[in-house]
C-alpha cells in the first residue's frame, strides 16, 4: 500500500520527523523523552534540538501522523504541564512503510557493502 | 525556570507569535532539562557547545517556520501541512526579520573564528585612507538593511525569496570571502 505523506514540498517525510515517530513509539511520549529516545535508539549520533523537535511535531500534528494526548500524567509523577504526544493510524502506517522501505534497502545493498575495502 | 532558559525564551521571538504561543513553555522546559543534562555530563564546555547548537538549529527553524507561515498566507488550501480557522500573517517585522536572519547567522557563525575577518582591517590597499574591509563592511550591512526594508514590502513567497536572493545573500558571500580577497589583491599588487 502506498502511504503519501505530504511533510515536505517534495512530498517526503523528513529525517528529523522519522525518528520523532520512532521514539514516539508504541506509547506516549513528552518533547524531552522523545529527544532522549532519539540520543538512545541512535547511540548518540542523532541529537535533536527544541527547534527542529517542536517545528516537526507541529507539521506531524497537522500532516495527523500524530496526536497530542488528552490525558495529563498523575501531577505527582511527572509535571502535568508537559504535552505528550502519540502515533495516529496514520503514523503507524507511515513507521511500518518506512521500516520496511530501509529494511528492503539494507537487504539489497548489504552484499555489496560488505564486500568494500577498509 | 534557569537564567539559561530566559536567555533562551527570549530568543524564541524568532519564531512567528502563533509558533511561540503553542511551544515556547515546552521548548524553554526542554531546554532548560538540556542545560542540566549538558551541565552534569560535561561541565561549561557542555552547556556553551549545547548553546551553539541550540542558537543554530534556532535561527534555521525559526527562518523555515516564518517562509512556511508566508506559504500558508498565500495558499490557505494547499497540501503541506495545511491548517483551518484563520492564518497568521507575517507581519511587516517578521519579514524584515526573514531577511536580515541569514546575515545574522553568518555572523554567529563567523564569531566562533576570531581573527577570521581581520584581514579586512589589518592589510592594505586602502580606500580613501580606511581600511578596505571598513568600507566593504559598511557597504555590506546598508545592503542588507536596503534589503530588509525592500522585504517590509514583499508579500508574495517569490518576492521573499528574490529578496533573500538579491540581500542577505550577496552580503553574507561578501563577508565569507571578503577577507580573501583582499588577500588576493594584495599579493597580486
Not at chain 1, 549520533?45 to 500524567?73: C, D, F, M
Not at chain 1, 502506517?93 to 539489497?108: Q, W
Not at chain 2, 531546554?31 to 534556532?58: C, H, K, P, S
Not at chain 2, 500558508?72 to 531577511?99: M, N
Request: glycine share 8%; no cysteine.
Amino acid at each position: 500500500m502506498d502511504i503519501v505523506v505530504s511533510m515536505n514540498a517534495e512530498g517526503e517525510i523528513g529525517r528529523a520527523a522519522i525518528h520523532i515517530l520512532l521514539a514516539i513509539g508504541p506509547g506516549e511520549r513528552h518533547g524531552y523523552a522523545i529527544m532522549r529516545e532519539i540520543e538512545s535508539m541512535t547511540d548518540g549520533r542523532v541529537r535533536v534540538a527544541p527547534g527542529t523537535l517542536y517545528t516537526n511535531i507541529r507539521r506531524l500534528l497537522e500532516a495527523g501522523l500524530i496526536v497530542e494526548a488528552a490525558e495529563r500524567p498523575d501531577p505527582e509523577l511527572d509535571d502535568e504541564r508537559r504535552r505528550y504526544y502519540r502515533l495516529s493510524l496514520s503514523g503507524r502506517r507511515v513507521v511500518s512503510a518506512e521500516i520496511e522501505r530501509l529494511d528492503a534497502l539494507v537487504t539489497r545493498v548489504r552484499p555489496w557493502v560488505q564486500d568494500l575495502p577498509g | 525556570m534557569s537564567r539559561n532558559g530566559r536567555v533562551y525564551r527570549r530568543l524564541l521571538r524568532l519564531y512567528p507569535v502563533q509558533f511561540r504561543r503553542e511551544y515556547a513553555d515546552e521548548m524553554t522546559r526542554l531546554f532548560d532539562e538540556q542545560v542540566r543534562d549538558a551541565r552534569r555530563a560535561g561541565g561549561t564546555g557542555a552547556v556553551m557547545n549545547l548553546w551553539i547548537r541550540a542558537v543554530a538549529d534556532l535561527v534555521a527553524t525559526a527562518l523555515l517556520t516564518r517562509l512556511r507561515e508566508q506559504e500558508r498566507v498565500l495558499h490557505p488550501a494547499g497540501p503541506i501541512g495545511s491548517r483551518t480557522g484563520p492564518q497568521p500573517a507575517l507581519s511587516s517585522r517578521g519579514r524584515v526579520l526573514v531577511a536580515l536572519t541569514p546575515f545574522w547567522a553568518l555572523l554567529l557563525f563567523l564569531a566562533q573564528w576570531p581573527g577570521f575577518l581581520d584581514p579586512l582591517f589589518e592589510v592594505p590597499p586602502g580606500i580613501a585612507g580606511m581600511p578596505a574591509g571598513s568600507i566593504l563592511l559598511a557597504a555590506v550591512v546598508l545592503w542588507t538593511l536596503f534589503g530588509a526594508w525592500v522585504m517590509r514590502a514583499r508579500t508574495s513567497s517569490i518576492g521573499v525569496l528574490l529578496t533573500l536572493l538579491v540581500f542577505p545573500l550577496p552580503a553574507t558571500i561578501v563577508i565569507l570571502f571578503g577577507p580573501a580577497l583582499i588577500l588576493i589583491v594584495q599579493n597580486l599588487g
